[in-house]
């Protein structure tokens, strides 16, 4: 299952509950699989609705493959993956894509409402997607650098002292985080729970970005930039050197190392609360 | 000095000494996990015609036996100050590997279930008198800053080698490949265990690495609270993995898609991941303090049994390899702890009788504990689901115990008027 995979699976798994009334459902992460009689999350692989056969829906595609040779009772929701459709498909409801892939074939009774969101964009809306982020991003670098430069120093003192430290602790609790969520929302009673848990950590991970980006700021002090908006131009160039890195092979590894850094040294300093010192082993 | 020192400043005595134990540490353990936990099932079963249950049954007697040798010869190791003598620990292992590969070279020739039964005594006198002369080697081979890194390479490199090679779960195999091992590691031992080589003698005398990272402000004493807690942790890390993994091996359906897989890169992702945990172990022991390490393990062993009975409860087929990768990632964290552990808790003068009970205690005791206990589940018709179920209450109940349990002593310390 990809990383970015994991939003999606539990966006797909609240609105699949949002209405109260589904007690189960079926998620399908690799392999061939074959739709049931429940309803479905595709998160991976390939799974086909057979020909002659009717599943009730709603299916939910975040990633991997749905193929309707039959019919689908309700609605088909497409946030990632691809959707194939052979000549005998049927879908009651809609084909409500919001992302992905889709081929169609022109005899399926298949109605499909696009609203593409994360299709492919082009150069210049890409660029525009980037300003924004990063704008906001500096802009939250800014804010807390002022109202909280104590805290945000610590953490940027313990990724920078503790690189080891905080990517191991990071990458440890990101991994685990995840799978504890993703786990939590098939209990699909505790999909709240794994929502607020998401967004905590995709503030934990935000703050992890601000204090390497203070980190980067704080090298802006021989041109005369300090204290905040040293912080903000330091959020701004790690936003930038972290996009010129998915250009480049395996930058997407090392971005993800650093974003865990950050993630590490938030967490052992307790968001910055308190100073992270080694235990002390003489020899 | 540290290991890194020593590198800069070419201390190869050094460094051939922390090489040296994580050689035959981890070429100890790599022989535990595959050819005594694997293959013996294998000879019982398959070459000597004897039921699982009496095969399980004649493991759980080496756990015992190994427990009860290696406690008499780490007492005896310390009290006749063996445990001080670098040479004298490294003709032990000496003795013990050459008797080692004279026991792995028989083994698949073993026909009867006498010579089974032979052979598993043997086997187990061999182990316990290697591990407390292994553990005792860290006091004079290994800086005590870095035990948790230390611990971390022998567990990779024993876990790595193991999940993926051999792939075949034979008795012929694994005997093969310790033998071929084997022979190259007496040459080596039996020279430096000679007195002839100058680094080794170097090394030698008065251990360099006497006192163990708990032992700074006073000795653990072997009758300790501090000891014993250490020890029940440890068997709870060994028991609730050995109670759930000897289900989950006798799974076709869990173990032929991770484990057992035919498929190699599912292997080397296994050993990939138990590469990471030991590292990140590693990491965690030398920079928080133990309790730390011991939440992860308990919480890690949690989570991934409650994914199995997740699993086995809502789905069908093969799990996804996220659960072996947790699976793997908790056996790596203990077992990690478990080499830094007991050298850290000793001096020289207790190193023998500590790694001993640490070892002997928390993992051979856990071993027979668990493999009766496995067998009694079975005979009494206990299903997979109830039985990951137990595990995983075990695993949480231990998770909890752990906070709970340093609380209380912290209460039970201020209630005296101790240090606030």
């Known amino acids: 299952m990809n990383l970015e995979t994991v939003p999606l699976l539990l966006v797909a798994i609240l609105l699949l509950t949002a209405g109260g009334d589904v007690t189960r459902a079926d998620v399908t992460f690799d392999g061939a699989n074959e739709a049931d009689t429940d309803p479905l999350v595709v998160a991976g692989g390939t799974t086909t609705v057979p020909a ?36 005998e498909a049927r879908v009651d409801g809609t084909v409500d894509a ?28 890409r660029a525009i997607l980037f300003v924004v982020q990063t704008g906001v991003l500096a802009l939250a ?38 799978a504890l969520l993703v786990f939590m929302a098939f209990t699909l009673v505790l999909v709240p729970v794994s929502v607020l848990g998401l967004v905590a950590g995709v503030l934990v991970a935000g703050y992890g970005v601000l204090a390497l980006g203070h980190l980067l700021g704080t090298r802006l002090d021989r041109f005369g930039v300090e204290g905040p908006p040293a912080t903000a131009l330091g959020v701004v160039g790690v936003s ?15 971005v993800l190392l650093a974003a865990s850094v950050g993630i590490g040294a938030v967490l052992v300093t307790y968001l910055g609360f308190r100073e992270f010192e080694p235990v002390s082993i003489p020899e | 000095m540290t290991t890194l020192d020593a590198l800069r400043e070419r201390d190869w005595a050094t460094l051939l000494g922390v090489g040296l134990f994580v050689a035959l540490a981890a070429g100890g353990y790599y022989y535990n996990v595959t050819f005594v936990q694997l293959g013996l099932i294998d000879l019982g079963v398959r070459v000597v015609g004897m039921s699982r249950g009496a095969v399980s049954v004649a493991m759980a007697g080496l756990a015992l036996a190994t427990l009860a040798v290696a406690i008499v010869t780490g007492v005896a190791m310390d009290r006749r100050g063996v445990s001080r003598d670098l040479y004298a620990k490294l003709r032990i ?29 043997c086997c187990s006198v061999t182990i316990g008198v290697g591990v407390p002369a292994t553990f005792g080697l860290a006091v004079d081979l290994v800086p005590v800053p870095d035990r948790g890194y230390v611990a971390a390479l022998v567990t990779a490199g024993a876990f790595f080698v193991a999940a993926v090679y051999p792939l075949e779960w034979t008795i012929g195999s694994f005997s093969r490949v310790m033998v071929a091992a084997f022979v190259p590691a007496l040459l080596v031992l039996g020279v430096l265990a000679s007195g002839r080589v100058p680094l080794i003698d170097e090394l030698a005398g008065e251990p360099r690495h006497a006192v163990g990272r708990f032992c700074r402000s006073e000795p653990v004493r072997t009758w300790s609270l501090a000891f014993w807690a250490l020890v029940v942790l440890m068997f709870g890390a060994y028991f609730v993995d050995s109670l759930g993994f000897l289900r989950i ?26 590469v990471l945990g030991a590292f990140a172990a590693g990491v965690l022991y030398a920079n ?25 409860r809502t789905a069908e087929g093969a799990p996804p390899l996220l659960m072996p990768g947790f699976y793997a990632l ?63 209450a075990l695993a949480l109940l231990l998770f909890a115990g752990v906070p709970v349990a340093v609380y209380l002593h912290r209460v039970a310390r201020y209630a005296r008027g101790g240090p606030t």
């Open chain 2, 330 to 392: 908790a056996v790596s964290f203990y077992t990690t702890l478990n080499f830094a552990l007991w050298p850290d808790v000793s001096t020289p003068e207790t190193v023998g009788t500590h790694a001993a009970l640490g070892v002997g205690v928390a993992g051979w005791l856990a071993t027979f504990l668990s493999t009766s206990l496995a067998l009694y589940f079975e005979e009494s018709g206990v299903g997979l689901l109830s039985h990951l179920n137990l595990v995983n």
């Open chain 1, 240 to 254: 930038v050197l972290a996009e010129l890195l998915s250009f480049v092979p395996l930058g997407g590894t090392v």
């Open chain 2, 288 to 312: 928080f303090s133990r309790r730390a390490l011991f939440l992860w393990v308990f919480g890690l062993f949690a989570f991934t049994h409650l994914l199995y009975t997740f699993f086995v």
């Open chain 1, 52 to 87: 002659n056969t009717t599943t009730p829906g709603p299916v939910y595609v975040v990633n991997g493959t749905l193929d309707v040779q039959g019919r689908v009772g309700g609605d088909v929701v497409q946030l990632g993956g691809r959707v194939l459709a052979g000549p």
């Open chain 2, 93 to 121: 292992l000496l003795g013990v590997t050459v008797l080692q590969t004279a026991l792995t070279a028989v083994a698949p020739f073993v026909a009867s279930e006498l010579a089974f039964y032979a052979w598993v005594a």
């Open chain 1, 98 to 125: 919001l992302a992905g892939t889709r081929r169609i074939d022109p005899d399926a009774a298949v109605p499909v409402t696009s609203v593409e969101v994360t299709a492919d964009l082009s150069p210049v809306a």
């Open chain 1, 141 to 178: 670098g800014y804010l807390v650098a002022r109202r909280w430069p104590t805290p945000l120093t610590t953490v940027a003192r313990a990724a920078r002292r503790h690189p080891v430290v905080s990517l191991t602790a990071g990458t440890l609790v990101s991994v685990s985080a995840i």
């Open chain 2, 249 to 274: 091996v006798e799974t076709e359906s869990l173990v032929l898609s991770s484990w057992g897989s035919p498929d190699l890169g599912i292997h080397v992702f296994i050993g990939v991941v138990h």
